[in-house]
């Protein structure tokens, strides 16, 4: 019988920034706290989006009706690499909230470990922010799923 819940596996304490702090301040304390993403929330500590480390990384996407490839950082087109330092440069300071996802899968910390593989998969998504009453109390990583493997009993 399978039992697993999200409460075993996350990743306590969740790791929070707001809406209005740079992005810039985002990744500095994703790189002091070793953690690929926080989750952002507001005044009152509810849950409004989640702010990921690949949303750092450059993306290809497609302009519409132009059929043209372009890269995009921070929501900030690149248009080419050659263009990546000034862009980075320039988007340090757009605010989390203008950065976040917005539309991040949550789960609660009773949701069944199967409800969280294919949330994992079916949102291509690397983390799950574990919500109790809109407030974030820990977060699930595909990182957190290997510890699973590695159990021994």
């Not at 996350?10 to 985002?26: E, F, L, R």
């Not at 890269?71 to 990546?84: A, P, T, V, Y």
């Not at 949701?111 to 690397?126: F, G, K």
């Amino acid at each position: 019988m399978l039992t697993t819940l999200a409460s075993e596996i996350m990743s306590t304490p969740v790791i929070t920034i707001t809406v209005d702090k740079p992005v810039s301040a985002a990744a500095r304390v994703m790189l002091d706290k070793h953690v690929g993403s926080l989750a952002v929330v507001d005044e009152n500590g509810q849950f409004v989006g989640l702010m990921s480390e690949s949303k750092y990384l450059p993306e290809e996407s497609l302009i519409p009706f132009v059929r043209r490839s372009v890269l995009r950082l921070l929501g900030s087109e690149l248009g080419d690499r050659e263009n990546i330092e000034e862009v980075i440069a320039n988007t340090r300071n757009t605010l989390v909230g203008d950065a976040m996802r917005k539309d991040a899968p949550t789960v609660s910390p009773d949701t069944h470990l199967s409800e969280i593989a294919r949330l994992l998969v079916d949102s291509e998504s690397h983390h799950l922010p574990v919500l109790e009453d809109g407030k974030p109390v820990g977060i699930i990583s595909r990182h957190d799923l290997l510890t699973l493997f590695a159990s021994s009993s």
